[in-house]
């Protein structure tokens, strides 16, 4: 069985720090890796996509990725309160299709 | 109109009755999704079509009938629903490969008394 893992939170941030989430999968072939933002009654959308070891930046939005460890994280640096959101993990397998973790609800205090 | 557009965003609907769901996209993609989000579960993959066949059906009860009439296009036909069909079903398209970004409709979130 695939999976991905997310913690559920909420992960509580003050306004300015740097928040780290993470994401853990199980299928070791998986070459994809994408990070959704969504917000409370909307749909998923599409912050980072990355494909190979180490960071890639995009603006305050950071992927990293370990395939060795399996695990791929986001930072979201100098966090505002519009960061405040349900932020998924997904990982495509063999067969093009995504596999999602439950996500995790962070929560950036003002 | 541009993205992945869905109609209709909220729907309330008896056991008995027969709905659709529609979904285009503007993206120029070769794959379309349809997936169900309960509160506090990961997104489930329903259906996928690609080049407007279906290729994924994941133990989908036959009481949801996907349609894709074209690569822009996508409906999801409902009758006889139970109360746990209740969710966010979203729609999605692609380019169909190892690194396929899926882009999201804004949803329908659907009801079924």
């Known amino acids: 069985q695939k999976e991905v893992e997310q913690n559920s939170g909420p992960l509580s941030v003050p306004e300015g720090a740097i928040a780290s989430l993470n994401c853990t999968y199980s299928?070791?072939?998986?070459?994809?890796f994408f990070w959704y933002r969504q917000y409370s009654g909307k749909s998923p959308e599409l912050i980072m996509s990355i494909y190979s070891n180490g960071d890639k930046e995009d603006g305050r939005f950071t992927a990293q990725l370990n395939k060795a460890s399996q695990y791929v994280s986001l930072l979201i640096r100098d966090s505002q309160p519009s960061d405040s959101a349900t932020y998924l993990c997904a990982v495509m397998d063999s067969n093009y299709q995504l596999i999602w973790g439950a996500g995790t609800k962070l929560i950036i205090k003002p | 109109e541009t993205g992945v557009t869905q109609t209709p965003r909220h729907l309330v609907m008896g056991m008995t009755n027969k709905k659709s769901l529609k979904c285009e996209q503007h993206?120029?993609?070769?794959?379309m999704y349809w997936y169900k989000q309960s509160a506090k579960k990961p997104l489930e993959l329903m259906f996928v079509?690609?080049?407007?066949?279906?290729?994924e059906n994941n133990s989908v009860p036959s009481r949801f009938s996907p349609e894709c009439p074209n690569s822009s296009h996508l409906f999801l036909h409902l009758h006889t629903l139970q109360p746990e069909d209740s969710a966010l079903y979203l729609c999605?398209?692609?380019?169909?490969?190892?690194?396929?970004?899926?882009?999201f409709g804004p949803g329908t979130r659907l009801t079924v008394l």
């Open positions: 079509y690609s080049l407007e066949e279906r290729v």
């Open positions: 993206l120029g993609h070769n794959a």
């Open positions: 999605a398209s692609s380019h169909r490969g190892p690194y396929n970004e899926q882009f």
């Open positions: 299928d070791r072939g998986s070459q994809s």
